[in-house]
């Protein structure tokens, strides 16, 4: 159930992230703006399913 939460808290931060930066800007600066976010909420899902397992 945790490994899940952390999922899927993770992939819900990041849509909508998404959704704020298409609703601000044109849809080809959103979508870059986005690439540096989406590689912090992996580190960060990473990170969190490492001290989940206890690693």
Sequence with gaps: MQTLAIAVGHVLA????HDVAISRYDHRTAVRSQYPMLLVMILYTVIGLLLLLGA
């Excluded at 990041?14 to 992230?17: D, F, H, L, P, T």
């Design 14 to 17: 990041v849509a909508a992230a």
